[in-house]
Nanobody
Framework: QVQLVESGGGLVQAGGSLRLSCAAS????????VGWFRQAPGKEREFVAG????????NYADSVKGRFAISRDNAKNTVSLQMNSLKPEDTAIYYC?????????????????WGQGTQVTVSS
């Protein structure tokens, strides 16, 4: 079983950058496919980015493509989300999640483990 802890959230002006980190403990993060999700007030949790276990294949929601980048550091046992050119509509609580399968999923129900979330607020 793996435990996940997110960090790196905060308040940033539109156009700014943040780097979120998802630290894993209990198991090595390389044995999981990992997804980043976000949930804004009054909205459902949505897929942001994912990285597969086997080949490190990545995928992004259309709304963040070209601005966000997901990466995995096996030595540090972390998965990061670099967020550039942030917009007010990126404001949400960001969660990382892990699943044992070879590929990430866009569906929250297919993830077994979740972090507690980190707040990202982008001011206009």
């Amino acid at each position: 079983q793996v435990q996940l802890v997110e960090s790196g959230g905060g308040l940033v002006q539109a156009g700014g950058s943040l780097r979120l980190s998802c630290a894993a403990s209990g198991r090595t993060v390389s044995t999981y496919s990992v997804g980043w999700f976000r949930q804004a007030p009054g909205k459902e949790r949505e897929f942001v980015a994912g990285i597969s276990k086997s080949r490190g294949t990545t995928n992004y929601a259309d709304s963040v493509k070209g601005r966000f980048a997901i990466s995995r550091d096996n030595a540090k046992n972390t998965v990061s989300l670099q967020m550039n050119s942030l917009k007010p509509e990126d404001t949400a609580i960001y969660y990382c999640a892990a699943r044992p399968g070879n590929y990430y999923s866009l569906t929250t129900a297919e993830y077994n483990y979740w972090g507690q979330g980190t707040q990202v607020t982008v001011s206009s």
